[in-house]
């Protein structure tokens, strides 16, 4: 159990269009879920703590403006990259905690590559 | 602010030997957690081994276990016989619930694996 499953895995746009991710929990319910980004050969950076039903925690430096985050229901999380341009291309990782018990670990989905041209 | 620190941004191992990756963290929290994730070439992110901060005695999954110091702030990886599919990125975290459940990454080791 504790399948995270997150849409698309690659996507390639043209610089000034804005692109959503989704991020689903599969078999369980997630209160929080969690946004991360990561440049090549580097670490994860958080990005965003996402509640469901309010708003996004963002982390310093993340412009809310820019990265949106939806977190509508217990098992659906999106990340919309707006007006994307070529320096927002990376690799972003959505993670969910099963229920809201923080003596549970985070489970990852598989990420998604973002390129823009 | 927690902070979580890997000291060896690259590592090797001849297969069936074994290996400790280091890590050390900063935090005034008493109650916390201490993950070891592996990141393969796929970019997937699986954790491999999990430690409570009021658990003394140091977790085990199979090959993989920990040496946690918890005076010392470290929290080690040892892998035992290791193997090819072992090669991957290895990330220390941190987390606590005073932190909202929100990890901290070190900046991860590169391991490779010999045949």
């Known amino acids: 159990g504790a399948v995270v499953s997150q849409h698309p895995s690659w996507v390639i746009c043209k610089s000034g269009t804005s692109v959503k991710i989704e991020c689903r929990s599969l078999?369980?319910?997630?209160?929080?879920m969690f946004w991360y980004r990561q440049f090549p050969k580097q670490s994860l950076m958080l990005m965003a703590t996402?509640?469901?039903?309010?708003?996004?925690?963002?982390e310093q430096g993340v412009e809310k403006d820019k990265f949106l985050i939806n977190h509508a229901s217990l098992t659906l999380s999106t990340l919309t990259v707006t007006s994307a341009h070529p320096e927002d291309s990376s690799f972003y990782i959505c993670?969910?905690?099963?229920?809201?018990?923080?003596?549970?670990?985070?489970?990852f989905g598989d990420g998604t590559r973002l390129s823009i041209l | 602010a927690q902070t979580v620190t890997q000291s060896q941004p690259e590592m090797s191992v001849q297969e069936a030997e074994t290996v400790t990756l280091s890590c050390t963290y900063d935090?005034?929290?008493?109650?916390?957690?201490l993950f070891w994730y592996k990141q393969p070439p796929s970019r997937q992110m699986i954790l491999v081994i999990r430690?409570?901060?009021?658990?003394?005695q140091n977790a085990t999954e199979n090959r993989f276990s920990v040496n946690f110091q918890k005076a010392a702030k470290s929290f080690s990886l040892k892998i035992s016989d290791s193997q090819l599919g072992d090669a991957a990125m290895y990330f220390c975290?941190?987390?606590?619930?005073?932190?909202?459940?929100?990890?901290?990454f070190g900046g991860g080791t590169r391991l490779m694996v010999k045949p």
């Open positions: 078999d369980f319910q997630a209160t929080t």
């Open positions: 975290a941190y987390s606590s619930k005073d932190a909202g459940n929100m990890l901290t």
């Open positions: 996402s509640n469901e039903g309010s708003k996004a925690t963002y």
């Open positions: 935090t005034s929290e008493s109650d916390y957690y």
């Open positions: 993670s969910a905690i099963r229920g809201g018990n923080s003596n549970q670990p985070q489970h």
């Open positions: 430690q409570e901060a009021y658990k003394q």
